[in-house]
């Protein structure tokens, strides 16, 4: 296949840029400045290129070719300064919304491409109809339990909005929410699905590596189980 990734350096993005070469697959990976990354790139079957995705027309003119774009957007770049992330996202939690549209915007002329989101948790469900970016208590203490601050909950408000943006769309779009809590670790290959509610452990917490998350992203990218709808998953 041929996929796009946006945020192709980020903590996600490079690991589904990882798994899908490691799965065969052609990478064309996009940042928003990817000279650096493109000039010290030594694997095969993967092409860099600049990308500003909240302009619609620069992204439409990156598809043509791709069978699927997966944006792993987000303010900064998260592997390199997480607290430079965490501010961005903080001081504009509409940048989120604004990329679901633009994203959404560029497939109007390429309808047939398939796209993948990398959203948030804080929009699962922890009561039947109850999300957890609208439940202040609860999601303080999910914010806290992961060590970020609280005022990183207008970030996951950001990211509910972007679903719903999506959600109002008769594309081929794909809402993915990881684990709530999500940091490098182990590929494993082995973790479970769930759909609208976080997927927890036997001790109760929502967690999975971002190596099994890209696993994950790669297998609804060859195999697409969750069209015009969100997953998640975790162990």
Not at 58 to 68: F, I, K, M, Q, S
Not at 129 to 148: Q, S
Not at 167 to 179: Q, V
């Amino acid at each position: 296949m041929h996929i796009g990734v946006i945020g192709a350096t980020g903590t996600l993005g490079s690991r589904v840029v990882a798994e899908a070469l490691e799965r065969g697959h052609h990478i064309r990976a996009f940042g928003r400045d990817a000279t650096g990354a493109a000039a010290g790139e030594t694997r095969e079957n993967i092409t860099w290129a600049s990308l500003d995705v909240l302009d619609p027309e620069a992204v439409a003119a990156v598809l043509p070719g791709l069978d699927v774009l997966v944006s792993a957007f987000q303010p900064g770049n998260a592997s390199r300064d997480l607290e430079d992330t965490v501010r961005r996202s903080i001081a504009d939690a509409g940048v989120y919304a604004t990329a679901a549209r633009s994203l959404l915007k560029a497939l109007e002329s390429h309808p047939r491409t398939r796209l993948i989101v990398i959203g948030g948790a804080g929009s699962l469900e922890v009561a039947p109809g109850v999300v957890l970016a609208d439940t202040e208590d609860r999601l303080h203490e999910t914010l806290d339990g992961v060590g970020l601050p609280r005022a990183y909950a207008a970030a996951v408000r950001g990211h509910r909005d972007a679903l719903n943006v999506l959600r109002t769309s008769n594309r081929r779009w794909t809402y993915f929410s990881p684990a709530e809590d999500i940091a490098p670790g182990t590929r494993t290959g082995r973790f479970r699905i769930g759909e609208d509610q976080p997927v927890r452990d036997a001790e109760g917490r929502s967690r999975v590596s971002a190596e099994d998350a890209a696993v994950a992203l790669v297998d609804e990218a060859e195999l697409p189980r969750f069209v015009q709808r969100r997953f998640t998953i975790g162990y």
